[in-house]
C-alpha cells in the first residue's frame, strides 16, 4: 500500500495584480500553507499540509527531482506511474506539465530521465511505445494522427483499459518523442479558433509504454521459457481548468447554473472524494462515469505509483479557487494505492514475440550492418503495429457501418411501408371521388335521408351516423363510428369536429360560417325541393374531396422523394462498406506479406544456421583426426629417434 504524493505548487504572482498593503496572502512554511491577513495574523481554520510544497523559487526541474524522478525509475522497472497537474486556469498546470524552452517541464526531463536510464541498464532490452490523447466534451481525440477522433475505451484481459484504434508509436529516442509531442500540439491547434477556450476545457494525456525484458534470456534457446516481461504504463496528465468544479463546493454538488460542466473533471473530484472516505463508507467508485476517471482508474486507489500537482494562482482574486483546490489536494493525500511490478509469463508483450527474431536478424548481419538491420526492423515493427492499429480501427468502422445500413434498411421498409398504405388509399379516395360526382343531388339526399336525417345536427346531439359517413376516405374505414361526446373535453375545437364528422370538416364549417344554414340544418333534407343547396352542399364535398386528394397525392410524392434519397444514400453505404471491405483485407493480405517476409527470413537463417553447426562438426572431425595424426607422427618420431639411438650405440663398439 502507498499514499499518492500531493505537491502544491505556486506560481508568480501577476505583477499588475498584487497589492501587498492590502491583500491577504498564503504563507508557505516547511509543507505547510497558511492564508494570512494583510497584517500578518493567519485566517484560522485555513491550514493544509502536504507532502511537498514548492513556492514561485523553485523551477520545474525542482519539482521533478523530488516529486516525480522516483515515478520514472519505478516506471522503468515495471510499475505503472502518473503524474497529474491539477488547478484553475491559468494557475500553471500546463507551465509545469511542459515548460518552456528555459525550464523544460515534467513531460520532457521524463522523457529523457526514461532514455537516459534505459541506457544505462544494460542487464535488461526495452521497448518504448508513446501515445498522446486529448479528453474535449468527453470524446477521447488521437493527438498523434489527425483526424482519429471520438475514439472508444475498451478493456481486455491482456491490455487492462485502453482506448480502441489510438496511434501507438515505438520510439528509440528522446528526440524522437519531443518531435511526436510537437506534431500532437499542432494538431491540437489545428482548425481551433479560440485555443485558450479548449485548452482550459480538455485534458491531455502522454502515454508512455515501458517494455523490458531481461538481456540474458535472449540467449536462451527456447524463448517462451524466458525470463518475464515487465510493461509499465507511465500516464503523464495536463488536467482542464478546476474553476467551475472548485464553485460546487467541498461536497462536490452540483452547479446550478445551466453552463457548461466539465464532466470528466466533476467525476474525478467524486471518485477522490470516495476513495478519501474510509474503506467501510467508500462504496462504489465511479470510475465508469467518465472517460478520464476510466483512463486514470488504475492511478486512482489502483495499481500505479500517483504524484498529483496542485497548482495554485497566489492572487487575492483567486482566494476561493485556491482555496478549492487546496481541499482537493487535502482528500487526494488520504488515497492510498496497492503498487506491485507487471509481469508477463504469456507471449502477449509485443517485446516478447518479436525479440528473437531480432536477435537472429542481428546475429546474421554479425557486425558492420547491425545498426542498419535495427532500423530496418525498427520500421517494420513499427509498420506491423500500425497496420494492426489500422486493421482494428477499420473493424470498428464497419460494424458502425453495418449498424447504421441495418437502421437505414429498417427505416426504409417502414418509409416502403407507408408509401404502399398511401397508394391504396389514394386509389380509394379517387375512386370514391370520381363515383359521387355520378350520383345525381337526388340520390344523394336519398341516401341522407336513408341516415336518419340527423347528419347536420349540432354536436350536443348524440346519436352517431350520419350521411357523410358514407362518403369519408377510406382511412377512416377503420373506425366503426365516430366518437360520442363523451370522449371529448367541453371545448368543442376544430379537431374536435373533424374527429366527430370524420373527416368531413368542410361541409360543417361551411355551415357554421354560413348562419341561414345553420339555423335551419334539419329542413334542409325535409324540403327535397331545395336542390340548389343540396347541389352545391354535394360539389362542395367533392371539391373538398379532391383536395384532400390531392393533398395526399402530394404527401406521396414527398414520401417517393424521401425514400429515392434513403435509396442512393443505402447505395453509397453499401459502397462505401465495400470498399471498407477491401480495405480491410488489403491490410490483411500486407500483413500476410510481412508474416510470410519474416517465415522466410527466418527459414533462411535456420538454413543459415543449420550450415553453421555442419561446419563446426565438420571442423571438429578435422581437428580430431588432425590431433589423432599429430600423435601417431609424433610418436613415429620418436620411434625413429630411439631406433637410431639404438643403431649409433651398436654402431660405436664395432668401431672400437
Ligand atoms: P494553466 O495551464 O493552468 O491554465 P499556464 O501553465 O498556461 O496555466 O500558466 C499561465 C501563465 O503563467 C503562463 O503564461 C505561464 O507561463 C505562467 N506561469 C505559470 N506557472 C509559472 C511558473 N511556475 N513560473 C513562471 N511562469 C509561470
Ligand atoms: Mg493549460
Redesign the pocket.
Known amino acids: 500500500m502507498e499514499k499518492i504524493s500531493v505537491a502544491i ?4 504572482p ?1 505583477p499588475t495584480a498584487v497589492d501587498p498593503s492590502s491583500d491577504r496572502i498564503w504563507k508557505v512554511e516547511d509543507n505547510r500553507i497558511s492564508l494570512h491577513w494583510p497584517l500578518g495574523t493567519p485566517i484560522s481554520g485555513v491550514s493544509f499540509a502536504f507532502d511537498y510544497v514548492f513556492d ?1 523559487s ?3 526541474t525542482m519539482v521533478y527531482d523530488p516529486l516525480i524522478k522516483s515515478i520514472i525509475r519505478a516506471a522503468i522497472n515495471g510499475f505503472n506511474g502518473t503524474a497529474f ?1 491539477y ?12 515548460g ?1 524552452e528555459e ?1 523544460p517541464g515534467i513531460i520532457p526531463l521524463a522523457v529523457k530521465d526514461v532514455f537516459r536510464t534505459i541506457e544505462m541498464t544494460t542487464d535488461r532490452e526495452f521497448l518504448i511505445r508513446v501515445s498522446y490523447m486529448e479528453i474535449y466534451n468527453e470524446e477521447i481525440n488521437d493527438l498523434l494522427t489527425l483526424g482519429n477522433q471520438k475514439l472508444p475505451i475498451h478493456e481486455s484481459l491482456e491490455r487492462g483499459i485502453y482506448v480502441a484504434g489510438l496511434r501507438e508509436e515505438i520510439v528509440n529516442s528522446s528526440v524522437q518523442v519531443i518531435e511526436l509531442l510537437k506534431l500532437g500540439e499542432e494538431n491540437r491547434h489545428f482548425g481551433e479558433t479560440n485555443m485558450n477556450t479548449r ?2 476545457r480538455s485534458h491531455t494525456i502522454f502515454r508512455m509504454v515501458i517494455e523490458s525484458s531481461a538481456r540474458d534470456s535472449m540467449e536462451s534457446e527456447d524463448v517462451s521459457n524466458a525470463d518475464a516481461i515487465r510493461v509499465s504504463v507511465l500516464n503523464l496528465v ?1 488536467l482542464a ?1 478546476s474553476e467551475r468544479i472548485a464553485k460546487t463546493g467541498a461536497g462536490g454538488a452540483r452547479l446550478k447554473e445551466g453552463k457548461h460542466i466539465n464532466k470528466s473533471l466533476m467525476i474525478l473530484g467524486n471518485v477522490i472524494n470516495k476513495l478519501s472516505e474510509s474503506g467501510k463508507q467508500r462504496g462504489h467508485i465511479p470510475y465508469r462515469d467518465s472517460k478520464l476517471t476510466r483512463i486514470l482508474q488504475p492511478a486512482l486507489g489502483g495499481n500505479s505509483k500517483t504524484s498529483i500537482i496542485c ?1 495554485v494562482a497566489p492572487e487575492e482574486v483567486h482566494i476561493e479557487e485556491s482555496r478549492g483546490t487546496l481541499q482537493f489536494a487535502s482528500r487526494a493525500k488520504r488515497i492510498t494505492n496497492c503498487v506491485q511490478v507487471n509481469e508477463i509469463l504469456t507471449d502477449a508483450a509485443l517485446l516478447k514475440r518479436q525479440k528473437q527474431e531480432i536477435e537472429e536478424l542481428r546475429e546474421k548481419l554479425q557486425g558492420s550492418h547491425s545498426e542498419v538491420l535495427e532500423q530496418v526492423i525498427l520500421k517494420q515493427r513499427n509498420d506491423m503495429h500500425k497496420s494492426e492499429l489500422e486493421r482494428e480501427k477499420l473493424a470498428m468502422e464497419l460494424e458502425e457501418e453495418r449498424k447504421r445500413r441495418a437502421a437505414l434498411e429498417l427505416c426504409i421498409k417502414d418509409q416502403q411501408k407507408k408509401l404502399e398504405d398511401l397508394s391504396s388509399l389514394c386509389t380509394s379516395d379517387y375512386a370514391s371521388v370520381s363515383i359521387q360526382p355520378k350520383k345525381s343531388s337526388r340520390t344523394m339526399l336519398d341516401d341522407a335521408s336513408v341516415s336518419k336525417h340527423n347528419v347536420l345536427r349540432t354536436p350536443n346531439f348524440k346519436a352517431v351516423g350520419d350521411d357523410f359517413v358514407m362518403k369519408r376516405p377510406s382511412c377512416f374505414m377503420e373506425l366503426d363510428s365516430s366518437p360520442t361526446l363523451e370522449a371529448f373535453g367541453n371545448t368543442a375545437d376544430e379537431d374536435l369536429w373533424m374527429q366527430l364528422n370524420k373527416g368531413c370538416i368542410t361541409d360543417l364549417d361551411m355551415l357554421q360560417l354560413t348562419p341561414d344554414i345553420k339555423c335551419q340544418p334539419l329542413p334542409l333534407f325535409d324540403m327535397p325541393h331545395e336542390p340548389v343547396l343540396n347541389e352545391d352542399a354535394g360539389s362542395k364535398r367533392c371539391h373538398s374531396l379532391a383536395t384532400e386528394c390531392d393533398f395526399i397525392r402530394q404527401q406521396l410524392e414527398a414520401l417517393r422523394e424521401k425514400y429515392n434519397i434513403m435509396e442512393t444514400e443505402c447505395t453509397l453505404l453499401n459502397e462505401e462498406n465495400f470498399s471498407l471491405f477491401g480495405a480491410l483485407s488489403l491490410s490483411k493480405q500486407e500483413n500476410e506479406q510481412i508474416r510470410a517476409e519474416k517465415e522466410e527470413l527466418l527459414d533462411k537463417l535456420n538454413e543459415e544456421k543449420q550450415k553453421l553447426k555442419e561446419l563446426k562438426k565438420d571442423i571438429q572431425r578435422f581437428s580430431l583426426e588432425f590431433v589423432k595424426k599429430t600423435g601417431l607422427q609424433v610418436a613415429l618420431h620418436t620411434k625413429l629417434k630411439e631406433v637410431s639411438e639404438k643403431m649409433k650405440a651398436l654402431k660405436v663398439p664395432s668401431d672400437g
Open positions: 505548487r505556486f506560481r508568480p501577476t514561485q523553485y523551477n520545474n497537474a488547478g484553475q486556469t491559468s494557475s500553471g498546470k500546463t507551465f509545469t506539465m511542459n518552456s525550464d485548452s482550459s495536463d481548468g497548482t
